[in-house]
């Protein structure tokens, strides 16, 4: 007995699903809040001091904290990406929840710090 192919796979499920329209995110506080909202402004500087204070970083350190939106199935649909420098060193991780629900105890343990740098070669599409 043949078997027909299914009639959809994988690879077309995913591409329809990346092709969608972008629906509004529900972060708690409203459809589509904003990226100049004060509280959302807020919340990025509490990530990126909170993640000073974690890792012990120097004031004038570059760490850059950013919500992302991710369109892939099983993503969560608002991502908090951080990425700091330190002794000449990317390290990066992220957050699976919108930026204003982090909290302190969210952040990686201070002795993973050495787990989190991003080698020279890595390329990632997705961050």
């Keep these: 007995m043949k078997s027909n192919p299914p009639d959809i796979d994988y690879d077309s499920a995913l591409a329809a699903w990346v092709s969608r329209p972008s629906a509004p995110v ?15 402004l807020q919340a ?4 990126r001091a909170w993640t000073q204070q974690r890792f012990k970083l120097a004031g004038d350190a570059a760490i850059l ?8 199935p099983g993503c969560p649909p608002l991502e908090t ?36 740098v991003v080698p020279d070669d890595f390329s990632c599409e997705c961050c």
Excluded: Y
């Design 26 to 40: 529900d972060d708690g506080e409203g459809f589509g809040t904003p990226k100049n909202d004060p509280a959302q």
């Design 44 to 47: 990025l500087e509490r990530v």
């Design 65 to 72: 904290v950013s919500e992302l939106e991710c369109r892939l």
């Design 81 to 116: 990406v951080i990425a700091f420098w330190d002794e000449g060193k990317r390290h990066h991780f992220k957050l699976f929840k919108p930026v204003k629900q982090v909290a302190f105890d969210d952040l990686p343990f201070t002795w993973m710090k050495s787990e989190l």
